[in-house]
Each structure stands twice: as structure tokens, then as C-alpha cells.
């Protein structure tokens, strides 16, 4: 046995070619047993009981990688069965956690007011022309022929007042505001609040039917579906009036067949890119309508230059400046054609947050702006400090379910009977601002109609409306007396009434807020039962005994033992119940969950009420049970789920101490500094027990490793995107500026950083363990770094075309290059990537030494030998990493970069400390860095930080299935490197005799995802615990969500990137080194 | 298939544990140090001294935590050398300085000092005359000047470790300056006092694997005090000594007095499993 530094210079190493390896290894093993035969005493050899044993050989060969094969079939089986316990715990939770509303059918009529019900008399108002018709107004006197809609998308209240302080998306559409002051008879803008998810598709909902959305509804927002409930275009369509639409598409689907098809033109609205085509087809179709005012009766137009600005750019961009000055100049020109008869109306749907982004309920996201322009005296203020619009939204602001009423009231048809809004006061309050008269009237009839639609809505669920003081019933009994009695005074006091009827729309709208739609308790709970079984279920899987083959891997003589016992015909045990593991937990779990699957299908059918589904969860809980029976079956002693070692403990702290943090919004919103926190203190520990070991190279090196671990970490946490409650707080790094949502100059060269370093990086630690062969320096040193070069290519020629660099250059012509390359480069990291990764041979390198003057004697090593597995599945990990890196931006590239480092110096330090098969830590910190570098990716737990743009980077229109899908590897590109990283915990530093792997990696892909599962089911018991918190919907939901979606992402990668590698690499290894038994 | 295998013949390339114990077993006298518990000096001015200072730093923390909490960055430069003074006065009161007998420096020598291992209080026979002037020997205030400026030189350091667990880079520098620098001079400088520059014994200390006494345990539980004095700070109650870095100061100091005491009675001569 000669020292390794003899024969690493003797030979160039060898090509990487699969077969050259494979011959070479077997023409060195054949010289070898000539040698050894020649060594042999017994130097006659029977060639009948060679070629005997040559065949045995073979054929036990086919029958290991038959067994290794069929446990890997038993073991994503047994994944697989995870996954569906989790989605059905998450799926049980949430159909009871997000708020649902049911949905009435019942419809308002134009003669049958809902003051009818009332106990004062039916109406405040002496009759009017054409009274109870559509024609001269239904409930309330009709003001308007027409009404012109212009919805601009993400119009935030700021941007329409004067501010001043010289941000570029401030004071570039003060057409509005100045009308409202020149002329307050004929215009008033107010804040416009959105009730969240702040998502078009709710908002247009909410806009024209008067109710809230709830959570449960934000699913379909890619789909779009029609409005079944009452609305105010149905009442008009009912009234026979004629509509048309420019614009954004949502509208067809939510209203599909209500426009007048030749009249309008719908434009496709999710093009982030495309900040002009909407609203220049609006602009181009809507001045010739406005001369034909006879073929309709309402035009709604809606725009979304402004929303795809701030989503491409943010709002501090040039491109908004001119975004908005273009609507500036088109309100002012549209204005100007609006006659008598018509109404006009400019509002938003919606806010933007810092960045330019949408769909949670932020301040900024919330706040819109709404207008309305009349071209005759119409409207009023009641109090003449009200002529001047409001300074910010904070002042005076009327909720965005207050147009439905108004709208309807104006245009004389019925308000919608789910309307929860108010009229707005200055709609009705009359040029003079002194019409109380008027103002309760609307204010008495929308009111009358919230309690016809509270009553229904109560009888339809079953609860009673209890009269208790300050509860809206009560409220509503104070402003009918109130009414009657101000009915009969000489000088009545009108405003009084108008104000008892709005504390009762008021407090019912505070109630239904607060009560929307019942938790179902029952299904919250159900998935929290089932999260938590399958959690344990995971722990006790996890921590069982292992095969007790730890001491006999490195033993050659003990596995020449085997090996010959084995060819004698016996069969190891091991190997038996080894394959029987995973075989009886899937049959467990099969035959616990069937029947009750089959019984609750058979049931549902038979009754004919078809919730197929409704076995369930009995069907996940018993097949649970039946899994944690046969795992306590499968061994003598039962499992202690309680670490034995100081790092387990730490791994326990680290998993506990965040999950309990979940149930401060505090600790939820500052987890990216906690994570740092429990990283570098990872770093100190590990740094200080390299100490302990017992020779210098070691301590240096795991000292050394620990440091580079914690600083990477700290560099990496640089980059990171604040989430509103951090402010003050926090510095946005993630892009330009706070408010933009592009890269800074800088920032573009971090990618070229990382394609320069991260392949040489990589290469330092494939050196010591030798497995710097084969196909390692193509794969890293060209392929890798090329991949790494392009995505840097592709961000370069990205912000050429965002921020115009090339005027010159053709429209769409850097688009057109950026997408095609970032095809190309996803193309090759996944497609081309697996194929290489599938075909790929072991990265080691065979030499044969002579030594000098024994020409007989040959000297075999196999460079690599050591980390043959490992070596050989970071491949895979870096093809993950490739397409991660493209879709994530440049600052994300960046902290990606360092997180691969980290992983290595992880594995390393694991390695180090024998940490590798038994620890729990090992794992645990994989899951930790995957969450980090979530956060450092540019994202929160927050659904406006979700980088709708990325869906962009390798198309040029949302397609299924691959839109969802970029979205998802830039959003979550965290976990998944993390993921794909797993099997290297138990694969890195290991030789092709090890035994068992599978059965390692299984067990830590187990510790990772309990770090995940306990994530899940943490947040999701604090959610449900505090489902009446206030900061629910901003904080304890997303979090919910986003720990539900990372889970399930896990589980699935978890399959098929890790499991499915290790197949692939262990089927690599054991073709050319042979199969280690079990 | 005996091949000749060079990588997993070499030293440490393969897990598992094969390689491992014969490792230790060659390198087993330097890789386990083996370092002795400090005592406190035998005088009973120091075994007063021992409980008075203590209660002196606490007294001190507790008059000037109101300030803290109004100026950190003040009132912890003006209570620095106030606390040297006293960490000085008790390591030349009642520590035995590194190279001294008693002192824990000398890790390789430990058979010669067998007269070492007496209980605290308990009085040994042969340390009278010239041990017991070696004790106060000349060489005292020398270390605990050189001590005190290895710990000044260990406040970058530990600067950096703040910033690593997440403490802002190149904002609020004087406040985790000074910070770093309470740390040091509260739980480094008695080390250094005691061990000097041994190596070995460092090794130990770093490692975990020194015995508990007053110094020891007072290094571990400023560490693990300061640690744990981060949890608060992310809680939105808006409360004033949430800030940046009163409750590391609280922990520090409470964690640091607690092992003080702690090593130095229960758990004195305790090893970490």
C-alpha cells in the first residue's frame, strides 16, 4: 500500500468516459486477483469452480441491484404516502381556516324597496317621476343617463395629491385633484380602501357587488370566474341597459357575455412586461364612444400601465412618471368629452407597496383614489373645509364597497343585495352641500337593504340576530326611532337620521369583518391532528434502530466474508428486513387507509351528496396508526424520539424555539435575523468543538470551516427585501432602491462574482477527497461556470431593456434575446443537466502504478474512491442550483452563491465531527439554511414579496404549466437547493462499499422535513389559535401559507430531485464498483 | 478486493469511526488537555473578597441600569473603568496569576503540581512560606496589565462576533463596541489572568472541556447570558430597554455573576460531558 502521494502524479487521469472507468476498474481488480492467485499457496485453480464462481458473482450482483432497486420503489412509496398525510392536513385546515362566505342567490328588485320591511314608514323622499321604474330610479330618484368607468389599475391615493417632495411618482396627476378644488360642485376625489387581498380579480368583485371577498376566493384569481352573486351589472343588464369594456380581460371572465361584443375590446392583462397595449387600445377605442353615447350606458375602462410600472419597475421610476402623466393628460382630455348626462368616474382598485407590488393589506397597498366628475353642478360638502381632497389616506376615506350603492343609486337601479357599502356623501349631499334630506334617504334605503341581506344571510346559516346594545340590531331599532320621529317634526333634523343609519351600516360592516363566515373549528382542527400524527409518525421513522451495519462498513475482510457467504447461497438477514421496512410501512398504511377511503366514497354515492372525500381523514389517521403500529413492530426496544448528543439538542432548540415564535407576529416578523442568529450560533458551536478534535489538521480545518460558514451567512443576510413591519428598522438591499422593484447597476455584477468563484470554490473541496476526475472539471469548471456566466448575461441584457440603454436598438429586440437565452440556459441546466447527471460516471480516476524493477507487481488506487458517492451527486445539486440562480435576481444569484458554499463547509464540518449518519443536526441546519436563504432570495412572508416578474424571465406570456413553475423555483429556489442538498449529508466523504445509504438519506430527508412539518404544524396551530388577532391576515396567515406550500414543495423534491438522485447515482456507483450487500 | 485504496488509507477522508480511535490514542496526551480547576487564593481576604465582588459588580449594574437604558453608549463608557478596577482588584485579591502555583496555565505539568488539588477553603500544608509568596508573587500585576490589554485586543474580535449573530455592521458602532468591550473585560480578562497564552488550556476552555471554577463558569455564562439576551429584542412592546444593547448587558452580567458563583461552589470542578 503505497502513500497516495506516490501515485497521484504518475498518470494523467483518465478520460471521463463511464466504460474506460468501468474496464479500468475491472482489468486493475482481474491483475489484482491474477496477483493475489499467484500469491496463493494453493496455486491450482479448477477453472470449472472459477467460472462457477464468476457466474455467482454476476448473478448476486443482479440480485443486489434488484433488492437496492425495490427498496428505492418502497421508499418513495413510503415519501409518497407523507406527502398525501400532509396535503390532506393542510387541505382540512385550510378549508376551515380561510374564510368562506356563502354565496345568495337572491337578487334585489327594482319596485320592492327593502324599506318596505322597515317598521317606519317605506319612503323619506316625496315621490319622484317615474318612481319604482328603472327608468326614473328605482329607490331613489335617478341622477345620471350614464356612467364612464376608468379604472386605473394600482392608482395609489399619494400619487393624485400634492406632495412635493419630488419622488417620481408623485405630482404627476394633479389633473383631478385641481378639479376638485376649481370646481367641488362638479368633482371630489377621496381615499379609496380596499378591503384585502388587494388582487384585481377581489377587487373587481368587491367593487361591483358590495361585498368582502375572503381568502378562500384568492386561488381563482388566475382562473376567473363569472360573478354568480348579485351585482350591479347584472341589475343593469336586468334593467335592459347596454355596457361596454376596454381593457383588461378580468372583466370578460368575470362577466362573460354581459358587453356589447362589437363595441368592446378586452386586452390580455397579465403581460407584466407590456406597460402600453391596455391602455393604448383604451385610449384608441374609448373618445369615437364617447360620440355614440346613444349605444351604451355604461363604459367601463379599465388601465394597467400604471400596475405594470410598478410591478416592473417599482414606483420611483421614470417610466411611471410618464405613466402617469400619460393619465394625466388622458382623464384631463376624456373629461372634456363627458356631457350632461353622463357620470365619470377615475379610481383605483387597488395601492402599491414600496416596491410596486400588490395582494396583501399594507397601508400602501390598501389605499387607492377615487373620482367623480360630473360635467352639471351635482355634487356637494357638507362641511366646506371637504373641498380640499384629503392629504393622505389616512383622512376621510371611504371603503371601496361604498360605489356599489352610490353608483346604483345615481344610475336608478337597485343596489346589489349583498351590498354592504354606504352611499358617499358628496354624491347626494346636492351642489349646495345642505340636501340631509336626500343624504338619509340613501343612507336609510342602503341600510335597509344591509339588514334584508343580513337576515337572509342569517337564516341561511342558521344563527339569530341577538339584540344586545351597541350590536347592529340595536343600532338599527335606534335609527328607525330616530327616523320616525324626526319624520314628524316641523324642521326636521335629516342629518341625525343620515348619521344613526350610517353607525348601523357601520357597526355591521365592523361585524361581518371581524365574524365573516365561521371558522370551521372542526376541519382546522382535523388537520391539525393529522400534521401532528404524521409529525410524529416522522420522528418515530426517523429515530428507529438502524441496521446495525455502522461498524462493519470499512471492514474489507468482514464484506469479503459476506461476500463469499453470500455466494455460498445464504442470505444476510439485514438486507431481508430492510426491504421489508419500507414495504410493510406502505402496506400499513394502504390497508389502514382504504377502507375508510372506499367506505366514505361508497357512503357519499350512496347518499348522493358528493363529498367523496369525506373518509379522509379517518382513512390518514388510521393508516397513520397502522404505520406507528408496524414501526413499533419492527424493533425490539421503542424509540426514544429525545436527541442523546448536545447537537441533536441544538437541532431540537433551533426547530422548537422558531416554532414557538411563531406565536408572536414579532418573532414571525423579524424570522430572517432569527435564522441568522441560530446560524452563526451553529458556527460558534461547531467552531468551538473543533477544538476537540484530535489532530491540527482537523481542528484548523473545522475551525476554518465553522468561520466560513458564520461569514457567509452574515455576507449572505446583506442581501435582503424588508417587509413592511420591519420599517424603520430595516434596509432593503434586494433591489435599486426601496421603491423600486429593478437592480442596481452594481448589483449586475455579482452573478459574473459568482460564476468567476463558486466553480473554483467548488473545486477546493472536491480536492482533498481527489474526486477533482471524470467528469468533474467539465462539468464544473466549463459547464457550471458557463451556466452561472449566461444567467449573468441574461441580468445584464434585462436591464438594458428595462431601463433603456440601447434607444437605438428595435423594440422587444433585448426581450426577445433575454428570453430566448434564459431558455436556453434552464434548458441545459434541467433537461441537459439530468441527462448528464443520469449518464455521468463516478468522479474518480483509476491509476496503476509499477513500481520500479517489479513489473509483475501492479499497484492499483482509485483517485475519488472516497467520496466517490458524494462527489459524483453534487452534480445534480448544481443543476438545480443553475436554474435557481437564473430565475432569482442577481442579489438573489448572490446569496445563492454563498449558500452553496455553505453546504459544502456544512458537510465538511459534519464530516468532521462524525456527524453524518446518526445527528439530527446535520439535516436540521440544511432546513435552516434553506429557510434563510429564502428570505435573502429577495422574499417575505408576505404575498406582495412574491416576484410575480420571474414568471417573465424565461417567457413572453404566462403558459401553464411553466409560468406557476418559475415562479415557484424563484420564490422557493431556498428550500429546493436545500432539498436537493440533503442526500449529500449522508452521501458526501463516502466510499461505493458503504451499505445502506438509501436507508440513510431516507432518514435525513426524514429530519429535514420535520423541520418543515413542525413549521407547519406550529404555524398553523397559532394561526387557528389566533384567528381573531389583528394582525391575522398580515402576518400569521401568510406565514401559514407559506410554511403549508414549503412543505408540500419539500415533500415533492424531496421524491423526485433527492430520491430519485440517489437512485440514479447509486445505480452510477454500483455499476462500476460493484453493490455493497444491503 | 483488498485494492490499494490511497484516499481512505489516508488520514481522515472516510466518516465513521474507524480511524478515529487510533487517532486519539496516538495524540491522546496533547488532545486531552487536562487542566485543573482554579482556586481561590487561600487568604481569607480573598475568600471574602470572592463573595464581595460579585456583589459589588451587581450593585454597580443594578445603580446604572436606569442610565444604561436612557444613554447606553455613555453610561457604559463611563462604567468600563469601573468595572476594570474591580475585575482587576478581584483577579490580584483572590486569582491566582497564569505560571503561579495554582494557577491552571501549565497543562503539560499537571503530575508535578499534585499539591493542587485541595477544596476551596481547605487549607494545604505545604503551601506556607515560599508557595504562599509565590501566590501574591511579583508577577501579579504584571499579568493582570498584560491580561487586561490581551482582553482590549480581544474586543475586535468579539466585535465581529456581534456582527456575525446579526448586530448592524458600520451603524450603532460605539454601542456594540462598548458591549464587546464589557464582555471582555467581565469574562476574558480573568482568563487570561489565569491561563496567560497556554495554548492547552485555551484549547480547553474553547473546547468545553475545562473544569468549572469561578472564572470558567463566569466566561460561560456571560457568553450564554449575552446570548440569551437577544431573545427580547425583537418584541414589539416598545419598551425602552429594548434597546440595542441593554438586554445583551442584562444577560451578560447576569449570566456572567451567576457562573461566577456557580463554578465556583456547585459545580466547581465539573466537566462538560
Known amino acids: 500500500m503505497a502513500p497516495p502521494a506516490n501515485l497521484t502524479k504518475n498518470k494523467a487521469p483518465a478520460p471521463p468516459d463511464y466504460k474506460t472507468i468501468k474496464k479500468q476498474f475491472d482489468a486493475a481488480k482481474r491483475a489484482k486477483a491474477a496477483q493475489d492467485a499467484e500469491q496463493e499457496t494453493t496455486a491450482v485453480v479448477d477453472d470449472e469452480q472459477a467460472r462457477l464462481r464468476d457466474r455467482h458473482k454476476a448473478a448476486l450482483k443482479i440480485a443486489r441491484k434488484k433488492s437496492f432497486e425495490a427498496r428505492w420503489a418502497w421508499t418513495a412509496g413510503f415519501w409518497l404516502w407523507m406527502l398525501c398525510i400532509h396535503i390532506v392536513a393542510i387541505a382540512y385546515f385550510t378549508s376551515g381556516f380561510l374564510l368562506t362566505r356563502l354565496m345568495l342567490d337572491e337578487k334585489s328588485v327594482c319596485d320592492a324597496p327593502p324599506t318596505l320591511n322597515a317598521s317606519g314608514p317605506v319612503d323619506l323622499l316625496p315621490a319622484w317621476n317615474g318612481k319604482g321604474t328603472p327608468d326614473g330610479g328605482c329607490w331613489h330618484p335617478r341622477t345620471f343617463q350614464r356612467a364612464v368607468i376608468v379604472l386605473i389599475d394600482a392608482l395609489r391615493y399619494d400619487f393624485t395629491v400634492p406632495v412635493g417632495d419630488g419622488a417620481r411618482f408623485h405630482d404627476a396627476l394633479p389633473f383631478m385633484y385641481k378639479t376638485s378644488v376649481a370646481s367641488p360642485e362638479k368633482a371630489f376625489l377621496r381615499p379609496f380602501i380596499a378591503d384585502p387581498p388587494t388582487s384585481t380579480l377581489q377587487r373587481l368583485k368587491g367593487l361591483t357587488t358590495g361585498t368582502l371577498p375572503t381568502l378562500a376566493d384568492l386561488g381563482s384569481s388566475f382562473a376567473g370566474t363569472a360573478i354568480e352573486e348579485d351585482n350591479i351589472l347584472m341589475q343593469l343588464r336586468d334593467a335592459g341597459r347596454r355596457m361596454v369594456h376596454l381593457g383588461d380581460d378580468t372583466w370578460e371572465s368575470l362577466f362573460p357575455g354581459y358587453f356589447v361584443g362589437n363595441l368592446s375590446h378586452p386586452e390580455d392583462s397579465f403581460n407584466v412586461w407590456d406597460l402600453h397595449t391596455v391602455d393604448n387600445t383604451v385610449m384608441k377605442h374609448i373618445f369615437p364612444l364617447m360620440d355614440r353615447t346613444e349605444d351604451w350606458d355604461l363604459l367601463v375602462a379599465h388601465c394597467l400601465g400604471v400596475d405594470h410600472a410598478g410591478h416592473r419597475y417599482g414606483p420611483d421610476h421614470d417610466e411611471m412618471t410618464a405613466k402617469l402623466r400619460q393619465m394625466d393628460a388622458f382623464i384631463q382630455d376624456l373629461t372634456a368629452k363627458i356631457d350632461d348626462d353622463t357620470l365619470l368616474i377615475v379610481m383605483g382598485d387597488h395601492g402599491m407597496d414600496a416596491k410596486g407590488d400588490h395582494g396583501g393589506e399594507s397601508d400602501d397597498e390598501v389605499e387607492s383614489a377615487l373620482w367623480m366628475y360630473s360635467s352639471r353642478p351635482i355634487f356637494g360638502r357638507t362641511k366646506s373645509e371637504f373641498v380640499e381632497p384629503p392629504a393622505t389616506a389616512k383622512i376621510r376615506p371611504v371603503n371601496q364597497i361604498d360605489l356599489v350603492p352610490t353608483l346604483s343609486l345615481l344610475l336608478g337601479i337597485p343596489i346589489p343585495f349583498n351590498n354592504l357599502g354606504r352611499p358617499i356623501e358628496e354624491a347626494f349631499a346636492g351642489p349646495k352641500g345642505t340636501a340631509w334630506d336626500m343624504l338619509a334617504a340613501a343612507e336609510r334605503t342602503t341600510a335597509a337593504g344591509i339588514r334584508r341581506y343580513q337576515a337572509s344571510y342569517s337564516a341561511a346559516r342558521g344563527s339569530d340576530q341577538a339584540e344586545t346594545p351597541g350590536s347592529p340590531a340595536a343600532l338599527w331599532a335606534k335609527a328607525e326611532s330616530t327616523y320616525v320621529k324626526v319624520a314628524g317634526q316641523k324642521k326636521a333634523d335629516w342629518a341625525a337620521v343620515h348619521s344613526a343609519f350610517a353607525e348601523y351600516q357601520a357597526a355591521t360592516l365592523k361585524k361581518c369583518k371581524s365574524l365573516w363566515a365561521k371558522f370551521d373549528l372542526k376541519s382546522m382542527a382535523i388537520g391539525i391532528v393529522v400534521m401532528a400524527s404524521g409529525v410524529i409518525t416522522l420522528l418515530v421513522y426517523v429515530n428507529r434502530d438502524g441496521d446495525d451495519d455502522e461498524e462493519a462498513i470499512d471492514d474489507p475482510e468482514l464484506d469479503l466474508a459476506e461476500q463469499s457467504l453470500q455466494l455460498l447461497g445464504h442470505k444476510p438477514n439485514a438486507e431481508d428486513t430492510a426491504v421489508q421496512l419500507e414495504k410493510t410501512l406502505v402496506a400499513a398504511a394502504m390497508f389502514g387507509a382504504f377502507p375508510f377511503l372506499l367506505g366514505g366514497a361508497l357512503q357519499a354515492l350512496h347518499s348522493g351528496t358528493g363529498d367523496w372525500y369525506r373518509g379522509v381523514p379517518f382513512a390518514s389517521l388510521v393508516s397513520i396508526v397502522a404505520v406507528l403500529v408496524r414501526l413499533f413492530e419492527a424493533q425490539e426496544t421503542i424509540p426514544s424520539v429525545f436527541p442523546k448528543t448536545a447537537w441533536g439538542w441544538m437541532a431540537v432548540i433551533f426547530t422548537l424555539s422558531q416554532s414557538i415564535g411563531f406565536a408572536s407576529n414579532s418573532y414571525t416578523i423579524w424570522e430572517d435575523s432569527i435564522l441568522l442568529f441560530f446560524l452563526t450560533t451553529f458556527g460558534v458551536v461547531s467552531a468551538l468543538t473543533a477544538l476537540r478534535l484530535p489532530t491540527l489538521t482537523q481542528r484548523t480545518l473545522g475551525t476554518f470551516h465553522s468561520v466560513v460558514f458564520i461569514l457567509l451567512g452574515r455576507l449572505a443576510s446583506v442581501s435582503k427585501l424588508c417587509r413592511e413591519e420591519q420599517m424603520p428598522y430595516c434596509t432593503s438591499t434586494y433591489y435599486a432602491s426601496a421603491t423600486s422593484s429593478t437592480s442596481a447597476p452594481w448589483q449586475l455584477v455579482i452573478p459574473f462574482l459568482i460564476s468567476l468563484s463558486l466553480p473554483t470554490i467548488i473545486k477546493g473541496f472536491l480536492t482533498p477527497s481527489r474526486s477533482y476526475h471524470g467528469l468533474a472539471p467539465g462539468y464544473i469548471n466549463y459547464a457550471f461556470r458557463f451556466g452561472l456566466f449566461l444567467a449573468g448575461v441574461y441580468w445584464i441584457l434585462d436591464a438594458a431593456d428595462s431601463g433603456n440603454w440601447f434607444p437605438s436598438l428595435r423594440e422587444k429586440l433585448l426581450k426577445n434575446i433575454s428570453v430566448y437565452l434564459a431558455q436556453m440556459i434552464l434548458g441545459t441546466a434541467l433537461v441537459a443537466g439530468t441527462t448528464a447527471f443520469i449518464w455521468a460516471p463516478p468522479s474518480v480516476a483509476v491509476v496503476t502504478t509499477a513500481e520500479a524493477g517489479q513489473t509483475t507487481k501492479a499497484k492499483v488506487a482509485i483517485l475519488g474512491w472516497g467520496n466517490a458517492h458524494g462527489a459524483r451527486y453534487l452534480f445534480l445539486l448544481l443543476n438545480i442550483l443553475t436554474a435557481c440562480f437564473l430565475l432569482s435576481k442577481p442579489m438573489g444569484g448572490g446569496a445563492l452563491g454563498l449558500f452553496t458554499w455553505q453546504i459544502l463547509s456544512l458537510l465538511e464540518i459534519l464530516d468532521l465531527n462524525s456527524l453524518t449518519t446518526s445527528s439530527p443536526i446535520g439535516p436540521t441546519m440544511l432546513a435552516l439554511l434553506g429557510t434563510f436563504h429564502f428570505f435573502t432570495t429577495g422574499h417575505q412572508a408576505a404575498l406582495a414579496t412574491i416576484q410575480w416578474d420571474s414568471a417573465f424571465i424565461p417567457l413572453f406570456t404566462i403558459r401553464y404549466p411553466w409560468s406557476p413553475l418559475a415562479v415557484a423555483l424563484n420564490t422557493l429556489a431556498g428550500p429546493i437547493v436545500a432539498t436537493a442538498a440533503v442526500p449529500l449529508v449522508a452521501l458526501w466523504k463516502t466510499d461505493p462499499h458503504r451499505k445502506g445509504l438509501l436507508e440513510k438519506v431516507s432518514r435525513a430527508l426524514g429530519v429535514f422535513v420535520v423541520y418543515f412539518a413542525v413549521e407547519a404544524l406550529a404555524t398553523m396551530a397559532w394561526a387557528g389559535h389566533l384567528r381573531r388577532h389583528l394582525m391575522l391576515y398580515r402576518v400569521f396567515s401568510p406565514r401559514f401559507m407559506l410554511a403549508s406550500l414549503v412543505l408540500v414543495v419539500v415533500d415533492i423534491a424531496g421524491i423526485v430531485v433527492a430520491l430519485a438522485g440517489v437512485r440514479v447515482n447509486t445505480l452510477a456507483v454500483g455499476d462500476v464498483f460493484g453493490w455493497p450487500s444491503g | ?273
Not at chain 2, 160 to 172: D, N, R
Not at chain 2, 208 to 222: K, R
Request: glycine content about 12%; aromatic content about 8%; charged content about 10%.
Open chain 2, 1 to 273: 478486493m483488498p485494492l490499494i485504496d490511497p484516499v481512505t488509507m489516508s488520514s481522515s477522508l472516510t466518516k465513521g469511526g474507524a480511524q478515529l480511535p487510533t487517532a486519539k490514542g496516538k495524540d491522546a496526551p496533547s488532545s486531552e488537555p487536562t487542566i485543573q480547576p482554579i482556586q481561590i487564593k487561600p487568604t481569607p481576604v480573598a475568600q471574602a473578597a470572592r463573595h464581595v465582588f460579585p456583589l459589588l459588580l451587581a450593585s454597580l449594574f443594578a445603580l446604572q441600569f436606569r442610565p444604561l437604558v436612557a444613554d447606553p453608549v455613555s453610561t457604559m463608557l463611563t462604567s468600563l473603568p469601573v468595572v476594570a478596577l474591580l475585575q482587576l482588584a478581584y483577579v490580584l485579591v483572590c486569582l491566582p496569576a497564569a505560571g503561579s502555583q495554582g494557577g491552571g496555565a501549565s497543562t503539560a505539568s499537571g503530575k508535578q503540581k499534585t499539591g493542587r488539588k485541595v477544596r476551596p477553603g481547605e487549607k494545604k500544608k505545604g503551601m506556607g512560606g515560599g508557595a504562599a509568596a509565590e501566590l501574591v508573587g511579583p508577577n501579579a500585576p504584571v499579568a493582570s496589565i498584560l491580561s487586561l490589554v490581551l482582553s482590549v485586543l480581544a474586543i475586535p474580535p468579539l466585535y465581529i462576533a456581534f456582527v456575525c449573530f446579526g448586530a448592524p455592521l458600520y451603524t450603532l458602532v460605539a454601542h456594540t463596541g462598548l458591549c464587546a468591550a464589557h464582555l471582555a473585560v467581565l469574562s476574558l480578562f480573568p482568563l487570561f489572568y489565569v491561563h496567560g497564552v497556554d495554548g492547552g488550556a485555551w484549547r480547553a476552555v474553547g473546547a468545553f472541556q475545562a473544569p468549572f471554577d469561578e472564572v470558567f463558569g463566569g466566561f460561560v455564562g456571560a457568553f450564554v447570558g449575552a446570548w440569551l439576551g437577544a431573545v427580547p429584542i425583537p418584541l414589539d412592546w416598545d419598551r425602552d430597554w429594548q434597546r440595542w444593547p441593554v438586554t445583551i448587558l442584562c444577560g451578560l452580567y447576569g449570566g456572567c455573576l451567576l457562573g461566577r458563583v456557580l463554578g465556583g461552589s456547585l459545580f466547581w470542578g465539573k466537566r462538560v460531558a
